[in-house]
């Protein structure tokens, strides 16, 4: 998945707390060949990663604390989901009216302690091999 974002891209993640959204992010950053290891900016809201070989980077954002779109615009984030780098949104139902139209959307649902379920949805299949 992560081999297929190219710059620009913004990946809207959904799914109940403790749901896999952060472990994705990690997968995504390894994935993008992140310089800096990933964790929940949950109380900071962005992170940024450095990519190896990539003119772009990485901003991981987590909008848990937010009440509304506005906070959000307040900080500057609506200026990252519109850039040229890569944006990985948890909790991003809390800004939707900021997300491009052309965001991949993934929603994970909790099927059990082990799994889970992730519906991916977004302007081309970040899924399967071409």
Known sequence: MAAR???????????EIGAGKTCLTRGLARG???????SSP????????????ASHALYHLDLYRLDSSDEL??????????GRDICVVEWAERADELLPADSFRVHIDCLAE????????????LLRED
């Open 32 to 38: 993008l060949a992140s310089t800096t290891a990933v």
């Open 73 to 82: 615009e307040d900080i500057g984030g609506a200026e990252l989901l519109h």
């Open 42 to 53: 949950t109380f900071v809201l962005v992170h940024r990663h450095e990519l190896r070989a």
């Open 114 to 125: 082990d799994a889970r379920r992730l519906t991916v949805m977004g302007p081309r299949d």
């Open 5 to 15: 974002l190219r710059p620009g891209d913004v990946v809207a993640l959904t799914g």
